[in-house]
């Protein structure tokens, strides 16, 4: 299991006693690094509106779990990313410019039988 400095961003807002039990345990996982493929993607992703421009977090979790060929992707995102509308539209875009597509789920479909 990996986690990026993107969600590591995420999970430290709101409430500080809730945001800090969320980066004790996210802390058990490999951090991935920013690299150029991943802003490239990133920025791909925004143009071609993979997710909607003002969502820019979003297409980073996208272009992370492509550019490094994550499995799956875990989030409880479906507004932008667990959709299928982003994801055929993902999907199709990736297909086409030979890139990876991880599979999307929740974290209840991930550790389900």
Not at 81 to 93: D, G, P, Q, S, T
Request: aromatic share 10%.
């Amino acid at each position: 299991m990996f986690v990026s400095d993107s969600v590591l961003d995420e999970a430290k807002r709101g409430d500080p006693a809730a945001a800090k039990k969320r980066l004790e345990f996210l802390g058990q996982f490999q951090l991935l690094s920013g690299t150029y493929e991943v802003l490239q993607l990133t920025d791909l992703y925004l143009r071609k509106r993979i997710v909607p421009a003002k969502m820019p977090d979003d297409a980073v979790h996208l272009a992370f779990a492509s550019a490094y060929r994550i499995k799956f992707l875990c989030t409880w995102n479906f507004k932008h990313i667990a959709n299928a509308f982003a994801l055929h539209r993902l999907r199709e875009l990736n297909e086409k410019q030979g890139l990876f597509t991880p599979q999307v789920c929740t974290p209840e479909e991930l550790l389900g039988e």
